[in-house]
């Protein structure tokens, strides 16, 4: 959760740090779903053991993890998980905005048939080292989707929409299990009027108090761009220890270096990124 102050070159604002202190994702789907609490709860409890219902009413349900017990302005409180039941559509521009970052999903006029969300949201988690909360966020979403019929999952946070079926190819139960799907994206932005300009950068990082990438370049392939921020963003997420010491990373072409600093994103949301600089023949934009 770093907050930079201007430099002395002027590069780097005082500017947000996109944390989210509450992380929610939404199911989407036609109809409203029947919730079983106890095969709920139980489904949960394969990943968490010490799980309890606080609460059910008003098409809202309360999970709490009596392991995970944070003090919060002086009270001791466990973390928890909310259900939310919302019979209304989903906001349609911020839905469209993120199937426009999501590659992958073919069928994306279903989702604007939708007409429930069903809201997951974690509470009192802000204190949790950030891949313990995202483990539990992670795992009780897969427990909460395995149950519940949804067209798919909507991570708004980093702009990008999964089916039901491709999110439930990642059990955590297996050991090829990725903690990451739907926390990290990676988003393309075509510059307009300009073919072969584009900005890359990841989405999600920062949610979560780590820092995400960008590059803006010209005349190299944006799938070998993507493979190199999704491979450092997971390299960050595994070991954010050496964030502030990255300066550098591996090119595309061999023994390359590309230069990197922290800069202030591009696009939106604001945040302070590590910019990566591909270099004179590829690099766009001011650089001094």
């Avoid at 991570?155 to 439930?168: A, D, G, K, P, W």
Wanted: proline content about 3%; charged content about 30%.
């Amino acid at each position: 959760m770093k907050r930079y102050e201007v430099s002395k070159n002027g590069k780097v604002e005082n500017v947000a740090d996109a944390f989210s202190e509450i992380y929610s994702v939404e199911l989407l789907m036609k109809e409203k779903p029947v919730i079983l609490e106890n095969e709920l709860l139980r489904n949960i409890q394969k990943y968490f053991k010490n799980v309890k219902v606080t609460s059910n009413r008003d098409n809202n349900i309360s999970f709490a993890f009596m392991d995970h017990i944070l003090e919060y302005k002086n009270v001791n409180a466990p973390v928890g998980i909310v259900i939310s039941v919302i019979e209304e559509k989903p906001e349609i521009n911020k839905l469209r905005k993120s199937l426009g970052q999501s590659f992958d999903y073919v069928n994306k006029e279903e989702f604007e048939k939708c007409n429930v969300r069903v809201l997951v949201t974690d509470i009192m988690a802000i204190g949790l080292n950030y891949a313990e909360r995202i483990e539990l966020f992670q795992k009780t979403l897969y427990s909460i989707v395995e149950l519940i019929p949804c067209e798919g999952i909507h991570f708004n946070i980093t702009e990008q929409v999964i089916s039901r079926e491709e999110y439930l190819k990642n059990n955590p139960l297996d050991d090829d299990y990725d903690v990451l799907i739907g926390i990290l994206n990676v988003r393309l932005f075509n510059i307009e009027n300009n073919e072969n300009e584009y900005v890359m950068d990841t989405l999600g990082l920062s949610a979560v108090g780590l820092c995400d990438l960008q590059c803006h370049f010209k005349n190299l392939d944006p799938g070998e761009i993507s493979n190199i921020l999704y491979s450092y963003g997971y390299y960050i997420f595994e070991n954010s220890d050496v964030l502030e010491e990255i300066d550098t990373i591996e090119g595309i072409t061999e023994n390359s270096k590309w230069k990197c600093r922290h800069e202030v994103a591009l696009v939106e949301p604001e945040r302070v990124v590590l910019d990566i600089n591909p270099g004179e023949d590829f690099s766009c934009g001011y650089r001094n």
